[in-house]
Nanobody
Framework: QVQLVESGGGLVQAGGSLRLSCVASGRTFSSLTMGWFRQAPGKEREFVAG????????YYVDSVRGRFTISRDNAKNTVYLQMNSLKPEDTAVYYCAATYGRSPYLTDYGIAYWGKGTLVTVSS
């Protein structure tokens, strides 16, 4: 069993930056593909970014590519999401997710573990 705990959310003005962190318990972190999803108010949860177990491959959805960067530190069992040039439409609860799949493109049905989420609010 793996537990995921996110942190780093908060309120930021448009154009600002935040860095989310997700710490995983357990000894299997380095074998997991990790990612971030988000769910805005009144909308379905959507995939944002993913990173392979070795950090050799990443994937971003078009709406965040060039602004967000996903990274991981296997020695610290932690995955990060650096978010720059934030926009009001980035406002959402951000969820850390883990899968045993190999592709950094994650889908809901492939997720083995979910965090409880951290709220990001971007004001205009």
């Amino acid at each position: 069993q793996v537990q995921l705990v996110e942190s780093g959310g908060g309120l930021v003005q448009a154009g600002g930056s935040l860095r989310l962190s997700c710490v995983a318990s357990g000894r299997t972190f380095s074998s997991l593909t990790m990612g971030w999803f988000r769910q805005a108010p009144g909308k379905e949860r959507e995939f944002v970014a993913g990173i392979s177990w070795s950090a050799g491959s990443t994937y971003y959805v078009d709406s965040v590519r060039g602004r967000f960067t996903i990274s991981r530190d296997n020695a610290k069992n932690t995955v990060y999401l650096q978010m720059n040039s934030l926009k009001p439409e980035d406002t959402a609860v951000y969820y850390c997710a883990a899968t045993y799949g190999r592709s950094p493109y994650l889908t809901d049905y492939g997720i083995a573990y979910w965090g409880k989420g951290t709220l990001v609010t971007v004001s205009s």
